[in-house]
């Protein structure tokens, strides 16, 4: 197989690589798809970019295939770096899209959640969300080591897959419990194969350093690839409003981002030059390349940005004002250096700050009652189990099932899935108070702490977890052990059963009994 120029230069810490995204846009022979092609063929002959980002479906709309488009694109003679979601498909077509790809000889992927589905024909589309992106690169890595499953005559090994997987990671969050869950789900990432990150869109000099330390310390060997935007003042209005979920423009910037477009060429230098002094900064920081975006972005601009930066590289420390973009009240993870402008690479003593949310007096029940009934050996556990081994297969249990099912429908929203994700997550329910139902942490998109699809109405669920758990000293359960997928064996089925009798995951990877530990 060819050499990977992508994954080759991102490895190599003598090379700084670019990568600039397209997006391919609704329609298959439209005026979008012809011109994302022009613009690859330009980019492999001007040989700055070395590999092209493919979007899947941004904003929530359908647009043409990033699968279909990276084949094409690699014909041209340059790298496709293809988003990849679960937020349109469930596990087994995105099993499906990976043999295609493999097949193909695409192997670059960025792994995310994806933008919660908007519109579509003849109305919003049903999400889908089946795996997140833990999971996903998880089955990547399984599909690289030649994924094995149950066959007829015993078990089936593929051929490996040489895929490339990258996954993403914002340290713009405002809040505390946003930004460890990034980080806490960032771990979670790495653990099931992730080879690379890319940050969130941020325009603070200080968080992009935050996370370049926290990668230092923590996994060295992995690049990180710094995100930088183009940013215009129609983009940094829908920003800064999180019309573009994830994505953090403050209210300063995006005044100056405003008094810009009175200049002769309607701002368009400035947004350049800021492109650049961000590309010098985030060399100079040590990252490992960077990824350029931006709507209607021409190749040319993609080089100006790295020639003005490159010259800028010498003198990045003196650029870092030009990003004091702080939120208001802002958590940062490392303690502020004010001789730098950046950060000592001390952690901040998180145990000192309040909560940032209230906690419910319905969770200290929940705690009480996983004591009284879920600790094995303990309490009322050996009732319980005995219980659903008389009741199971019974003309009883469908009483048992729906009266556990009124329980926790009163309590936690239950969606009556049968693999209950409610002990992981402080007896908060992802599957019916997640939107993109993420078992293991938050997505990008939040917001000030809200949820990006109910703003000012409902609190992101992992926020809500972290203030639980951080009240009894035990948040670091967030970054613990991978939540698998919904079992959908199990749904609408008494998962008090499934629990006790030990079909469900919690009581699998306890070999069949047993619990967590009090979530």
């Not at 995204?21 to 613009?39: M, N, Y």
């Not at 940013?231 to 423009?249: E, I, Q, T, Y």
């Not at 995006?254 to 060429?265: C, G, K, V, Y």
Request: glycine residues 10%.
């Amino acid at each position: 197989m060819p050499e990977n120029r992508f994954k080759e230069a991102l490895l190599d810490p003598s090379e700084f690589p670019v990568t600039w995204e397209l997006v391919p846009g609704r329609g298959a022979k439209e005026a979008a798809q012809e011109k994302c092609l022009a613009q690859a063929e330009q980019a492999a002959g001007g040989h700055k970019a070395c590999a092209l980002t493919l979007t899947d479906n941004p904003g929530g709309t359908p647009a043409m295939s990033a699968d279909f488009m990276g084949a094409e694109i690699l014909k041209l003679g340059i790298e496709p770096l293809v988003h990849f979601t679960g937020k349109d498909k469930n596990r087994n077509q995105c099993e499906s899209q990976l043999y295609a790809l493999d097949r193909a000889g695409v192997r670059n992927l960025l792994v995310m959640s994806g933008d919660y589905p908007v519109s579509g024909f003849q109305g919003r589309p049903a999400p889908v969300f089946d795996l997140d992106p833990v999971h996903l690169l998880q089955l990547i890595t399984s599909m690289n080591r030649g994924l094995t499953y149950p066959g007829i005559k015993g078990a089936v090994t593929h051929q490996p897959a040489d895929f490339f997987p990258g996954a993403v990671v914002s340290p713009f969050k405002a809040t505390e419990a946003e930004q460890m869950g990034q980080y806490d789900k960032l771990k979670k990432k790495i653990a099931a194969g992730a080879q690379f990150i890319v940050t969130q869109l941020g325009y603070d000099a200080r968080k992009f350093h935050e996370a370049l330390l926290f990668m230092k310390q923590n996994y060295p060997q992995i690049p990180l690839v710094g995100n930088i935007y183009i940013l215009p003042f129609g983009a940094a209005k829908m920003m800064n409003r999180n019309d573009l979920p994830g994505s953090v423009v403050t209210d300063q910037l995006l005044a100056d981002i405003d008094r810009e477009r009175s200049d002769p060429d309607k701002g368009e230098g400035a947004r350049i030059l800021r492109a650049a002094r961000m590309y010098a900064i985030l060399k100079g920081m040590g990252y490992s390349g960077v990824h350029i975006g931006g709507h209607n972005i021409r190749y040319e601009q993609v080089e100006e940005i790295t020639r003005q930066g490159e010259m800028l590289v010498p003198s990045w420390t003196e650029l870092v004002r030009y990003f004091h973009y702080p939120i208001d009240n802002g958590f940062y993870f490392f303690e502020a250096n004010p001789a730098t402008g950046l950060n000592r690479d001390t952690p901040v003593d998180r145990r000192s700050r309040p909560l940032e949310t209230k906690v419910e007096c319905a969770y200290g029940f929940s705690r009480f009652f996983h004591r009284l009934m879920y600790e094995p050996g303990k309490n009322l556990y050996g009732a319980m189990r005995a219980l659903c081994k008389t009741v199971q297969g019974t003309r009883m249990e469908p009483l048992f099932h729906k009266l556990e099912h009124f329980t926790k429908v009163a309590l936690f929203d239950c969606r009556d899935c049968g693999d209950c994700a409610l002990p992981d997550i402080a007896y908060l329910c992802p599957m019916s108070q997640c939107p993109k139902n993420q078992r293991n942490g938050p997505c990008g998109g939040s917001f000030q702490g809200w949820c990006e699809i109910y703003p000012k109405q409902r609190l992101c669920v992992h926020v809500r977890a972290y203030a639980r758990l951080k009240k009894h000293g035990e948040e670091s359960r967030l970054a613990g052990n991978i939540v698998p997928p919904c079992n959908w064996d199990l749904y609408q089925t008494s998962s008090w059963i499934n629990y006790y009798l030990g079909k469900d995951h919690t009581s699998a990877k306890q070999g069949g009994t047993g619990s967590p530990g009090i979530p």
